[in-house]
């Protein structure tokens, strides 16, 4: 078995030996404030979070993806990239063997400590921090800098904006859904104020019970939920989480919401904090407000 510092001399020469290291760079700032010397044109993209995948895809560089994170679903084409890990794991020895031009990777995702070890290896990192609807709108942006796109970036996020703008005129007047939106439910975790999720159900007309909570990702007790009695539910398909999942948990029945199978249902693509948000955000303004 190699040494630690003999695979580190191993990943060293790999990268060195590869085209990317005598490319042409410029020096950017990232979405988190790191300063980063990029390639002037990369193809070889890594994306350490299926968010960044949707981005990079979004922003037509879809074919200069060499590989992505486990759990990426979108777009479906995608999914079939080789992984290098799970986005708080990823494999650096994998990551390093590809040669890739430039790796990108989310603030609020990854763990600076491997963001690190890939530049000690000398691998590009490109950041960005997709908090709030803000947050996606720089991180468009911030990408299409780095894989020099940006023109494409910013009809982009005219398009997204338009899309937002045009959902928001649609529900003007009409009254908010107060909605509870279990992300897990032992323990019970939901959307504070500062989660984007919070921003996208209010885009769509619907009213968060738990935006007042500082936290993005709070724990609640089912005794809260009680109190602040919302008018129905909002689940994720396929997350695991159902109507009749809750109802088989105790003292959920004692929801009305719950009890009066007022549920609404939104599509996975609106956890990635990427433009498929958006286009989820767009149906569930459908659903609560047809």
């Known amino acids: 078995m190699q040494s630690g510092g003999a695979m580190r001399r191993l990943l060293l020469l ?20 790191r300063t980063v010397v990029v390639p002037e044109h990369p193809h070889k993209l890594i994306c350490l979070a299926p968010c960044l995948v949707d981005d990079v895809y979004s922003l037509g560089a879809g074919s200069d993806v060499i590989a992505v994170s486990d759990f990426t679903l979108y777009p479906a084409e995608a999914a079939q990239k080789p992984s290098i890990g799970a986005p708080l794991h990823p494999s ?9 031009d430039l790796v990108l990777g989310a603030g609020d995702i990854n ?31 911030g990408l299409g800098r780095a ?8 009809t982009l996020l005219r398009d997204l904006q338009a899309r937002e703008q045009s959902v928001r005129q649609r529900i003007q007047g009409k009254p908010a859904v107060r ?8 323990p019970i975790i939901t959307v504070g104020r500062h989660a984007f999720l919070t921003e996208l159900i ?6 968060s019970i738990t935006r007042d909570l500082a936290q993005e990702w709070p724990q609640v007790s089912l005794e809260a939920i009680l109190v602040r009695n919302p008018d129905a539910l909002l689940l994720i398909k396929g997350s695991g989480i159902s109507l009749s999942a809750l109802k088989t948990r105790p003292g959920w029945r004692a929801l ?24 989820a955000m767009e149906d569930l303004a459908n659903e609560l407000h047809p």
Request: glycine content about 6%.
């Open 256 to 279: 009305s919401a719950v009890r009066e199978r007022r549920v609404f249902y939104v599509d996975k693509r609106i956890e990635l904090p990427s433009p498929a948000a958006i286009y």
């Open 147 to 154: 894989l020099n796109r940006n023109a494409e970036a910013a």
């Open 202 to 207: 209010e885009m769509a007309g619907g009213i």
């Open 111 to 141: 763990q600076l400590p491997a963001i690190d070890q890939l530049v000690h290896y000398g691998i590009p990192v490109f950041m960005v921090d997709p908090h709030g609807i803000a947050g996606i709108h720089n991180s468009i942006l």
């Open 179 to 186: 909605l509870f939106m279990p992300i897990w439910y032992d």
């Open 92 to 100: 650096l020895e994998k990551i390093v063997a590809l040669h890739p």
């Open 14 to 33: 790999l990268f060195f030996l590869s085209p990317a290291a005598c490319m042409a760079s410029r020096t950017l700032t990232d979405g988190i404030g």
